[in-house]
C-alpha cells in the first residue's frame, strides 16, 4: 500500500467572503507522483486529535504559507507579518511535534521550515530585508515565475539532504521575506545561502525530519527536487 502521508492545509478568504481550507495542487502532485497517498489536515485540529492521527498516516508534509505568529517564538511585531492564523500554528506545531515523537518521517518546506524551528524553540527573522540588510533578497514573489532560481545552496557534506539531492550545491527558488534567526538546539543546520541565510535544518536522531527554505514543489522538474520527495515517501514505508 501506498504511504500515507498527511499533508498541513491553510485557510484563505476568497471573493466571496468565505472562509476556504485549502492546500496548493503542486503539493499533492509530489506526493502522488513519488508514490504517496495525500490525506488533507485543516486547521482548528486539537493536540488529541492530532496525536490520534499520526498514529494512522506514515508521514508528514508541512507546507508553506502566511507567516506564523511571533508570540511563538518572542518575536516582534513588524509590519510586514501577514496571514497568522493562530489555528494553522497550532496544527502544523502539534503536527511536528507529535511526528518527532512517533519517529514520523517529516519534511517541511519555506513556512514549514520555519515552523519546524519554532516548534523546537527556535526563532526567526520576522522581515529579512529590515532585519538583515546585508542578505541577497529572498522575496522573489508574486510576479515572478515560482521555479525561478536566484541562488544556489551550500549543502553540508554529513547531511542526509546530500544524499537526497545528489550534490554539495544546488540552485533554488526563494519565495520568503523571512527564515531563521536562533537554531533550535535540536536541530542542525545542513544548508546555507551564500549571503548566510539558512536554507535547510535536520533533526540528527530522527529517520527524516528535515525543513527545507525554498519550494521544490515547483522544481519537480529538477531531478534532484524530484529525488527528495521520493526519498521522503520511500522513507515513510
Known amino acids: 500500500m501506498n504511504p500515507l502521508i498527511g499533508i498541513s492545509a491553510g485557510r484563505e478568504i476568497g471573493n466571496e467572503q468565505f472562509s476556504k481550507i485549502n492546500v ?55 509590519p510586514k507579518i501577514s496571514g497568522v492564523d493562530p489555528q494553522r500554528d497550532e496544527l502544523e506545531i502539534n503536527l511536528v511535534l507529535a511526528a518527532d515523537l512517533a519517529k514520523k518521517p517529516c519534511l517541511g518546506i519555506c513556512r514549514g521550515h520555519q515552523i519546524i524551528n519554532v516548534a523546537f524553540g527556535g526563532s526567526l527573522y520576522t522581515d529579512i530585508p529590515s532585519q538583515l540588510p546585508q542578505a541577497s533578497r529572498h522575496d522573489w514573489y508574486p510576479y515572478i515565475a515560482r521555479d525561478y532560481t536566484p541562488h544556489s545552496i551550500t549543502i553540508d557534506p554529513h547531511a542526509k539532504l ?32 551564500p549571503d548566510g541565510v539558512i536554507e535547510s535544518v535536520e533533526k540528527p536522531d530522527h529517520p527524516f525530519l528535515i525543513g527545507v527554505q525554498w519550494h521544490p514543489e515547483w522544481m519537480v522538474g529538477s531531478p534532484a527536487m524530484k529525488n527528495l520527495f521520493g526519498c521522503f515517501v520511500e522513507t515513510c514505508l
Open 162 to 193: 546530500k544524499d537526497y539531492l545528489g550534490g554539495s550545491e544546488v540552485s533554488v527558488n526563494s519565495l520568503h521575506h523571512q527564515s531563521i534567526k536562533d537554531l533550535a538546539p535540536k536541530l542542525v543546520v545542513t544548508a546555507l545561502a
Open 24 to 78: 496548493p495542487e503542486h503539493y499533492v502532485k509530489a506526493i502522488l507522483n513519488a508514490g504517496g497517498t495525500p490525506i488533507i489536515f485543516p486547521p482548528g485540529l486539537k493536540s488529541h486529535q492530532v496525536k490520534t492521527l499520526i498514529k494512522k498516516i506514515d508521514g508528514v508534509l508541512i507546507t508553506g504559507g502566511g507567516d506564523i505568529d511571533p508570540q511563538h517564538y518572542q518575536g516582534h511585531p513588524h
